[in-house]
């Protein structure tokens, strides 16, 4: 294994925006009502718990933690699926009150046309819907990541009907489905006018092939007992690059402008931040890094926190976003393939984010690489803590530590460096 399992050829760290998220200043929060849901999606990391509904006095509560401990401009209202909430409209209303953006991650199962109504009455920013082939949804068995762009545009011309509100989709990326990837981008681009945001998730889960020893403070578990641990070998380490290059295949000028570092290694990328701009149908550039800083230190400067999610009503000013020309040479690029046809300024230009993240990954030595400035921090006990590992929490009341067992640490000893 060499020094660092996270260099490679096709996107160097060194070029791209670091975001500026951080724990105590950042674009969102995760807020989780229940723990409850109404599907069982392959590589969940929460336990799915009925009656876990969290009281309306305890969502007060945890808002206010965020807001004693984290300058946000978001808060994620996840779970579980938030929507079996059945106060999840006084929910979002607590958090529009707090004066921090509602964005509902959901399965979108539950939703209607009247309960959205009532959302976006109590101020409902945005959705980011989870569709994906691997969570057993009723009447979509079966379906690949292709056939459930139906599903995805269903819910997109929801939102756009009511109007006002941010749309995003993320969708778990398995072994498997990497090769849908690209389409899947594809798609978004010719929706670009009502879809904001695209975000890939990269699996991952504590299987049997990871050589390690499992410790909840100084006792060793067995790894069945994790939440997220599975039976059989299962591919749990596609990093963010290798999604790109898969974009690359069909998209070879797909350009990423910012990232999120990790917590045991700078140059991996555990968020991936590709913003392009276009008009339905047809995509004319992609921004690059200085645009990237110049959103998020300015809406920083004007409002006091880092950008999270954009009205559409913003992301339509894609032709205001090339007055940025002469200080971005992405934006520039952009202008001129848009301006070369006069025609075009009769087209609505529209910005869109693809995102890539790559959650925990696990280094040789043991050292688990989080997201450095996780944006889904959580409130558990009053403080604040890793969402997607909460579970070590609820059933350890610590963190678990992985430790080479004796098969392996030798080999590590030779060709590991701590730092990798
Ligand atoms: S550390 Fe976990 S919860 Fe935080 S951003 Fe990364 S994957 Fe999400």
């Known amino acids: ?15 791209l925006y670091r975001l500026p998220w951080n724990l105590s200043d950042n674009a969102i929060s995760w807020l989780e009502p229940t723990s409850a849901c109404n599907l069982a999606c392959d590589g969940c990391y929460r336990e799915n718990v009925s009656k876990s509904h969290k009281t309306l006095d305890l969502v007060r509560e945890e808002v206010a933690t965020f807001k ?40 979108g199962a539950p939703l209607t046309m009247e309960l959205l109504r009532e959302l976006k009455k109590a101020g409902v920013m945005g959705f980011t819907f989870h569709i994906d082939s691997k969570q057993g949804r009723p009447k979509w068995k079966d379906k690949n990541e292709l056939e459930l762009n139906e599903l995805r545009l269903q819910y997109a011309e929801m939102l756009a ?37 695209m975000v890939f998730i990269l ?20 790894r069945e007992t994790l939440h997220y641990s599975e039976a059989g070998k299962r591919k749990v380490d596609l990093k963010a690059p290798e999604v790109v290059s898969k974009i690359r295949e069909r998209f070879p000028d797909f350009t990423p402008s910012a990232y999120l570092n990790g917590t045991e290694s700078p140059e991996s990328f555990k968020w991936l931040l590709t913003g392009r701009v276009g008009t339905r149908g047809k995509i004319f550039g992609h921004v690059g890094p200085r645009f990237m800083e110049t959103m998020q230190v300015g809406h920083h400067l004007f409002t006091g926190r880092y950008l999270a999610y954009a009205k559409p009503q913003l992301t339509g000013m894609g032709r205001s976003m090339l007055l940025f020309s002469p200080l971005d040479k992405g934006i520039r690029a952009t202008a001129g393939r848009y301006l070369r046809n006069p025609l075009n300024l009769f087209r609505k230009l529209h910005y869109q984010s693809v995102m890539i993240i790559q959650p925990v990954d696990f280094l040789p030595n043991g050292y688990q690489n989080m997201c450095d400035g996780c944006p889904d921090m959580t409130v558990w006990n009053g403080e604040l803590v890793w969402s997607c590992r909460l579970e070590e929490l609820k059933s350890y009341g610590t963190w678990v530590r992985t430790v080479p067992n004796s098969e392996t640490e030798g080999a590590f000893a030779l060709h590991q460096s701590p730092q990798a």
């Open 1 to 15: 294994m060499p020094a660092s399992m996270f260099t490679n050829s096709v996107i160097n760290h060194r070029d």
């Open 203 to 222: 699996f991952r889960a504590a299987v049997p092939q990871m050589p390690f020893d499992w410790y909840a403070g100084g006792n060793r578990i067995d």
């Open 161 to 197: 009907e009511v109007g006002g509100i941010s749309c995003s989709f993320n969708s778990t990326v398995y072994d498997d489905t990497l090769q849908y990837v690209p389409e899947m981008v594809e798609w978004a681009g010719k929706h670009i006018d009502i879809v904001q945001v």
């Open 68 to 107: 004693r401990l984290r300058n946000a401009d978001g808060i994620s209202i996840a779970g579980g699926e938030p929507l079996m909430h059945p106060d999840i409209v006084d929910i979002v209303r607590i958090v529009a009150e707090s004066g921090t953006k509602p964005i509902i991650n959901s399965n």
